[in-house]
């Protein structure tokens, strides 16, 4: 076992002060989160974001206008132990989205908010786009919100994207408690 594992995120609290108790997946006011990609051009990609999605607690994946199939990148095979989701285009995933669950946008956009400075909703499904293309305006609009990624100054890849993004999510509920 790597001496890494299991070990809890700690994030820099101010002297005196102790982040709330982190709940638990199943606790009550957990909340969840999900992690999908727009078009997504690289299976690849997929199966890795697959793999960090299942390391962070996702309650699902899923993929707008691609459809999964199993991937080598996915090593751990997380797809028998997460849900991996399959939505036409964009109307299919707002239609589709769990009650009171806010679409987050990952895009580099003057309108988006940083990373650093965003606070995750108790219910979010972070869409991710392609390298090539990213989301375009109309997508952008049927979001609730968007981030990006401070210091990127260019596109990165799509995994890599979502995995810096569950990792800010974990940070934040480690300190904040749920989000």
């Known amino acids: 076992m790597n001496k890494h594992q299991n070990r809890p995120l700690q994030a820099a609290v101010p002297a005196g002060d102790s982040p709330p108790k982190r709940p ?5 006011n957990a ?71 806010q679409l987050i946008g990952v895009e580099l956009s003057e309108k988006a908010t940083l990373l650093g400075q965003f606070r995750h909703p108790e219910r979010a ?22 981030i990006e990624i401070e210091g990127a100054t260019s596109c990165l890849n799509v995994a890599t994207a979502g995995s810096i993004v569950m990792y800010d999510r974990a940070r934040d509920v480690a300190f904040w408690g749920t989000p």
């Not at 969840?32 to 607690?57: E, Q």
């Not at 499904?125 to 968007?146: I, K």
Request: positive net charge; charged residues 20%; aromatic residues 12%.
């Open 125 to 146: 499904a972070y869409l991710l786009g392609a390298e090539d293309h990213g989301l375009s305006p109309d997508v952008m609009d049927r979001c609730h919100r968007l």
């Open 31 to 101: 909340g969840f989160f999900a992690v999908g990609v727009y078009h997504g051009k690289n299976d690849i990609n997929i199966g890795t974001l697959l793999r960090s999605a299942h390391a962070f607690g996702a309650a699902f994946v899923f993929t707008v206008g691609q459809r999964y199939s199993k991937q080598a990148s996915d090593v751990g095979k997380a797809w028998k132990s997460i849900p991996v989701m399959r939505f036409t285009d964009i109307d299919d995933l707002v239609n589709h989205l769990p009650f009171s669950c």
């Open 24 to 28: 638990r997946r199943g606790e009550p």
